[in-house]
């Protein structure tokens, strides 16, 4: 998308075809005397009052016309006021939208958004609102064009790099998007691995693709034991992004499970389809980097990516197996389909040994449970860490990618505890089931004092209004973004 910017809003609106307009209900007053004014007759133009009664879905359409050119005018005004945490859905929600009104060249007012953060949010949703899901859809579309568009704005004095931000951002976003939307009949480690060279060599950081061979060499057992019944070799990516100026080392852990059919202990059909995004953590995680090296962020942060598919073969791991471990720990494999813990296990051990990271924070589409306690609206938090806890809740509070805070208290290892082993996968109680996940995780980061899980499963893939059906959301990079911006 290219960001064309225009001097005046008189500019703005002699170039478009739609202006889409973020608003709330207290600038309603504002915007009827300022904007719509200007749009729409006088005879013609519904008093405030009627435009906070008469909207369907938080959002108006009118008809309006300017220096007799039409212009169609679409409103979102679904909350009090705006802010940072509110206004890249708003945006992203406009920007879909428009598409599907067909609009061909789509403007965005933000000149009356009263922060740097706020534009800057906006412009990211807005661009991540741009995205095309069709991604195998042949030709052009029903309405006989590429869904290509052109958009505009008109950006104030002194905002411009943010929304250059915040399109960046949203940019970052699409690639997350695509990669997690990718089914697994296009994606493998191997393509996760040229994705990170490829972003690498463009944005001017650092990767290593840790191959089958080199992963056997290193010992990591857990990985390669989940790998056993895939046709694609498992790979590890590790990317760096390293400021001249940061001082602390960042590790971001991403769960990269390319398919996950459960293995033996295998799935339902019912949705099976959606194990398709069972590496947005991965794809997060490396998205961060990519994101922090296009913004020239002053920060030294990392990927770590464990990638495998959960096949079912003749050489799968079985239920009772018991496997090795980068930290040398054996494992008993109650349930095959518990396999991300186990591939994060090697992982974070690994993060810990190899690069001695002040913070580390993994993220992971890793249970059901914590669908079940949290739905769509926060990802589970888990860490001992109460500034870490506090920092990340924050950043989720302002940017909108909502964590919280769920419990890690000790008697929950004991629910972990193998009879055979020196832990087992799987909590055999019907209860907490994405804290136990998190008790496991915790026992190879070696009691490391600022590690954080972020249990993403709720949240990486979603109905987020670019198809009928569930689909990618990026979550996690924005969120990590503003804690890395911020701390
Ligand atoms: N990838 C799934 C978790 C998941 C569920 C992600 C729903 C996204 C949406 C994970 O590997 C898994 O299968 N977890 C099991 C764990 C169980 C066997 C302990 C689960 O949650 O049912
Ligand atoms: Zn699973
Ligand atoms: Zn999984």
């Not at 403007?107 to 991540?128: E, K, N, P, R, Y």
């Not at 029903?142 to 399109?167: D, L």
């Not at 602390?248 to 194990?275: A, E, Q």
Request: charged fraction near 20%; charge should be negative; hydrophobic fraction near 40%.
């Amino acid at each position: 998308m290219r960001l064309s910017t225009l001097a005046s809003l008189d500019d703005l609106l002699g170039t478009i075809d739609m202006l889409c307009i973020p608003a709330s209900k207290e600038m309603l007053d504002v915007l009827h005397t300022e904007v719509l004014s200007l749009l729409i007759p006088a005879e013609t133009l519904p008093p405030v009052s009627e435009l906070l009664a008469n909207k369907k879905n938080n959002t108006l359409l009118f008809y309006g016309q300017y220096k007799g050119t039409r212009i169609k005018v679409l409103i979102a005004c679904e909350c009090e006021k705006l802010k940072e945490s509110n206004i890249y859905s708003i945006c992203k929600k406009l920007a879909i939208r428009a598409k599907n009104e067909n609009s061909i060249r789509t403007g965005l007012m933000v000149h009356h958004l009263s922060s740097t953060d706020i534009v800057q949010s906006a412009f990211a949703g807005w661009t991540a609102g741009q995205y095309d899901l069709g991604l195998y859809k042949n030709g052009e579309d029903e309405n006989g064009r590429k869904s290509t568009s052109s958009v505009h704005s008109f950006i104030p004095h002194g905002f411009t790099q943010f929304a250059e931000n915040g399109i960046t951002i949203g940019l970052v976003q699409h690639e997350v998007m695509t990669l997690v939307n990718v089914p697994a009949s296009h994606k493998s480690p191997a393509a996760l691995g040229r994705w990170a060279e490829n972003s690498a060599s463009d944005y001017n950081y650092k990767v290593n693709v840790i191959n089958k061979e080199q992963l056997l060499k290193l010992g990591m057992h857990a990985l390669l034991a989940v790998n056993r019944g895939s046709e694609y070799e498992a790979h590890c990516v590790v990317t760096h992004y390293q400021h001249p100026e940061a001082t602390r080392k960042i590790v971001l852990i991403g769960k990269g499970v390319i398919f996950d059919t459960g293995g033996v202990s295998i799935k339902t059909s019912k949705n099976m389809h959606y194990m398709k995004s069972d590496m947005a953590g991965a794809a997060a995680a490396l998205g961060t980097v990519e994101a922090c090296a296009r913004l020239g962020l002053k920060v030294n942060v990392m990927a770590i990516a464990p990638l495998t598919d959960n096949s079912i073969d003749n050489t799968s791991i079985k239920p009772g197996d018991v496997i090795s471990s980068y930290l040398g720990k054996s494992i008993e494999v109650i349930d095959t389909d518990a396999e991300g813990r186990l591939i994060l296990a090697d992982a974070l051990a690994y993060a810990v040994k190899e690069y001695k990271p002040d913070v580390m924070i993994d993220m992971a589409t890793l249970t059901g449970s914590i669908v079940a306690s949290l739905g769509p609206q926060a990802a589970g938090l888990f860490t001992n860490n109460d500034s870490l806890a506090a920092e990340l809740s924050a950043a989720g509070n302002i940017s909108g990618e909502r964590v919280w805070r769920m419990p890690m208290y000790d008697e929950y290892q004991d629910d972990m505890q193998s009879d055979i082993a020196d832990i087992k996968n799987l909590s055999e109680k019907p209860y907490a089931g994405a804290t136990t996940a998190a008790k496991f995780l915790e026992y190879f980061t070696s009691d490391h004092p600022a590690w954080a899980h972020l249990d993403i499963a709720g949240m990486a893939f979603q109905a987020n209004g670019f198809g009928k059906s569930y689909c990618a959301t990026a979550y996690g990079v924005r969120l990590l973004v503003k804690w890395i911006s911020q701390n």
